[in-house]
């Protein structure tokens, strides 16, 4: 059904085109003795546009059967996890990224860049659902200490793009200090 939609309304925008549009001067003549008609190739190129979206159309649609007329699909809005889920295992993600501190101390970059980004997308969620069953006003204390804990991650991941084991070590403490102070709060 989608498909013949997408067909429909490509062949009815095609010829809405061509009853709008003025009629395109012939150009001259050209010594190869072989001409094309007026007006060929650009209706191939809009037949061949239309097909494509079509093809397009019916590849994004959603089959008719899967979805209920009329129905919402709430899966989008359910959290990833719960609270409970995300304090029992928010400490291991903590711990994972603290052990970037060895890439560090042996300057693999590559490697503490790697450690970084797999270990802090866990806790980034692990706290972000652990913040939003706080209560109301615990909530802008934590968002605090998470948007500073990951401010830091961030600038680790760039200090250690660009070398600086100075800038590394400095950020690695701000990490340290920030998760002392949310687990302070949370558990």
């Known amino acids: 059904m989608a498909s013949r939609l997408a067909v429909h309304a490509a062949s009815a925008t095609l010829s809405s085109r061509a009853e709008n549009t003025s009629p395109v001067p012939k150009p001259p003549p050209s010594n190869t003795g072989q001409q094309k008609p007026a007006g060929t190739t650009s209706s191939s190129r809009r037949l061949a546009a239309a097909t494509a979206a079509a093809l397009l159309a019916t590849r994004l649609l959603a089959p008719a059967a899967s979805v209920a007329a ?7 809005m359910l959290p990833e996890q719960s609270s409970e889920e995300a304090e029992a295992t928010v400490r291991a993600h903590a711990r994972n990224l603290l052990r970037v501190k060895q890439f560090a101390d042996a ?8 450690a970084l980004r797999a270990s802090a997308s866990n806790l980034k969620q692990d706290l ?12 802008p204390e934590l968002r605090r200490l998470y948007s500073d804990l990951f401010n830091s991650v961030t600038s680790l991941d760039y200090a250690a793009r660009d070398k600086d084991e ?4 400095e950020y690695y403490g701000n990490i340290v200090t920030a998760l002392d102070e949310i687990f302070a709060k949370i558990m």
Request: charge should be positive; hydrophobic fraction near 50%; avoid cysteine.
């Open 128 to 139: 972000y659902a652990i913040i939003q069953a706080r209560p109301a006003a615990q909530r």
């Open 107 to 114: 300057g693999a970059w590559r490697e503490l860049q790697a």
């Open 70 to 76: 009329g129905a919402f699909d709430l899966r989008l």
């Open 166 to 169: 100075a800038q590394v070590q």
